[in-house]
Nanobody, 120 residues
Framework: QVQLVESGGGLVQAGGSLRLSCAAS????????MGWYRQAPGNQRELVAS???????KFADSLKGRFTISRDIAKNTVSLQMNILKPEDTAVYYC??????????????WGQGTQVTVSS
């Protein structure tokens, strides 16, 4: 089975930085895209950033300049560098990926989420 595992979440003070990582494992043939969503209490889940197999990136407009996304193709991982964090960034961050395994066609997978808390 394909699994996505996030790491790097935690508690930081406003203005600090965190780096989230997501590793895909399992019977993977190819990865079309990997990215990050977040959801704060009472809010809709929203796209943070994503990157395709061709290197094309997409960001939430409000986060451009503070967050960057990168990938390691060989390790099937994606990272989210978060700088100048604000209390409004507090949320559960979810990794997601479009992956083709040897058991099914392209399918969207989700990680379990990692908590990011930014104190004021």
């Amino acid at each position: 089975q394909v699994q996505l595992v996030e790491s790097g979440g935690g508690l930081v003070q406003a203005g600090g930085s965190l780096r989230l990582s997501c590793a895909a494992s399992g019977r993977i043939l190819s990865i079309n895209y990997m990215g990050w969503y977040r959801q704060a209490p009472g809010n809709q889940r929203e796209l943070v950033a994503s990157i395709t197999s061709r290197g094309r990136t997409k960001f939430a407009d409000s986060l451009k300049g503070r967050f960057t996304i990168s990938r390691d193709i060989a390790k099937n991982t994606v990272s989210l560098q978060m700088n100048i964090l604000k209390p409004e960034d507090t949320a559960v961050y979810y990794c997601n990926a479009g992956i083709q395994s040897d058991l099914r066609g392209p399918f969207e997978y989700w990680g379990q989420g990692t908590q990011v808390t930014v104190s004021s």
